[in-house]
Structures are given as structure tokens and as C-alpha cells.
T-cell receptor, first 120, second 111 residues
Framework: GAGVSQSPRYKVAKRGQDVALRCDPI?????LFWYQQALGQGPEFLTY????????KSGLPSDRFFAERPEGSVSTLKIQRTQQEDSAVYLC??????????????????FGPGTRLTVT | RKEVEQDPGPFNVPEGATVAFNCTYS??????FFWYRQDCRKEPKLLMS???SGNEDGRFTAQLNRASQYISLLIRDSKLSDSATYLC????????????FGQGTTLQVKP
């Protein structure tokens, strides 16, 4: 079946430009996460949606970063006035239910292929 | 100091070798533990969950020591296809389920 898709796969932006990154989660998945992965590092959490509600945005690095999921399915991560330090792979993940795993019940997150953003 | 620490490696091993990766986590509120695998320029994929009793999946064995806040992954009889970055991941006892990743350990299996 269809997995998580992201577009564009690659984006080159000049410093100061605004960018919008799209995530199409697996159909019916309640939870949607955005992560940022810098070169040579593990992914770092940015924000979390349960359906259309943004319940956690504690990982957004600055007020230039904004995310939305207005109808509880597709999500967009917007970065305003991009800076060179924003260069990274932006990963989207979705999971069927909300909340963490409990015991051996696994609420697995499925990742999209990511958008590689390069700010020049 | 990062919340989840791993030795980045790289670990270079011959085919057939046994290799072990370790990971430590600092937040005692961590309640769920995983190993993810990430191939070069690909997305992370869940390899296995880690339970206190230890668990095995084929050639892979994961262990968790809550007292020491330490997680391990053992790979037996390494294959060329095991070459990847292995990410140690924890989830806190919160209700969002956000994943907290280590830096990852790179494994290169050579013929």
C-alpha cells in the first residue's frame, strides 16, 4: 500500500527565501510528526499533530518555522526567511494511533523519504 | 550533552563477524526503546523494539538495562546488507510518542 510521501524531494533555496514542504501521511493515520536531520546526526523532533490539532511544537527551532495540518491529513512545514543553518533533511512520519507504545503494543511511526533542503 | 548517546563509529567488520552497539540515555522518564536502521540517503526504518527481558529477531538481539539506562544491539553473522547506520531511539512517558534519537552508529560490513 502507499506509504508516507513527501514533496519536493530536493529543494534549493537562497538565503532569505520562504519554503513549504509537504507531507502526505498514510491514509487514516491519526498522528503526524516532523523531524529535522542534520548531516551526520540523528533526526530531531520538530512538531506533532493529532489529527488537525498541533499538540506539541516544542522542537521548532525558531518562529520562522510553522507547521499546519488543517484537515487532519496532509501537513505542510513552512520555513520563512531561510538561513544556512536550516539546511537539513526534513522527515515526516505518521502513526495509526496517538500516544506512545505501551508494553508490547507498538504504535509504529512510518517515515517518508524526506525533503533535502539546501540553503545557499 | 545529548539525551541519547551513541558511539558514531564507523565500525568496520568482516562478513560473518559479531558486532555490538551500545547506547545510553539520560532521562529516567524514558519508557519505550527501539533500534532503527537508516540506509544512506534513506528514511529511518524500525528494526526492533527493546524490552527489559531482552529480545531476539533472527541474527539481532537487543537488551535493555533500566538501572544503568543502557541499551545494546548485537548482530551475529554480519552480512554485507547489514551495512547501515543504527539509531538508538527512546520515547518518554508522555502522550505524544515523539521519538528521541541518538546520533547513530555506522556499520560497514566488508567482504
Amino acid at each position: 500500500g502507499a506509504g508516507v510521501s513527501q514533496s519536493p524531494r530536493y529543494k534549493v533555496a537562497k538565503r532569505g527565501q520562504d519554503v513549504a514542504l509537504r507531507c502526505d501521511p498514510i491514509s487514516g493515520h491519526v498522528s503526524l510528526f516532523w523531524y529535522q536531520q542534520a548531516l551526520g546526526q540523528g533526526p530531531e523532533f520538530l512538531t506533532y499533530f493529532q489529527n488537525e490539532a498541533q499538540l506539541d511544537k516544542s522542537g521548532l527551532p525558531s518562529d520562522r518555522f510553522f507547521a499546519e495540518r488543517p484537515e487532519g491529513s496532509v501537513s505542510t512545514l513552512k520555513i520563512q526567511r531561510t538561513q544556512q543553518e536550516d539546511s537539513a533533511v526534513y522527515l515526516c512520519a505518521s502513526s495509526l494511533r496517538s500516544g506512545p507504545t505501551s508494553g508490547r503494543a507498538r504504535n509504529e511511526q512510518y517515515f517518508g523519504p524526506g525533503t533535502r533542503l539546501t540553503v545557499t | 550533552r545529548k539525551e541519547v548517546e551513541q558511539d558514531p563509529g564507523p565500525f568496520n567488520v568482516p562478513e560473518g563477524a559479531t558486532v555490538a552497539f551500545n547506547c545510553t540515555y539520560s532521562n529516567s522518564a524514558s519508557q519505550s526503546f527501539f533500534w532503527y536502521r537508516q540506509d544512506c540517503r534513506k528514511e529511518p526504518k524500525l528494526l526492533m523494539s527493546v524490552y527489559s527481558s531482552g529480545n531476539e529477531d533472527g541474527r539481532f538481539t537487543a537488551q535493555l538495562n533500566r538501572a544503568s539506562q543502557y541499551i545494546s544491539l548485537l548482530i551475529r553473522d554480519s552480512k554485507l546488507s547489514d551495512s547501515a547506520t543504527y539509531l538508538c531511539v527512546v520515547i518518554h512517558s508522555s502522550n505524544t510518542g515523539k521519538l528521541i534519537f541518538g546520533q547513530g552508529t555506522t556499520l560497514q560490513v566488508k567482504p
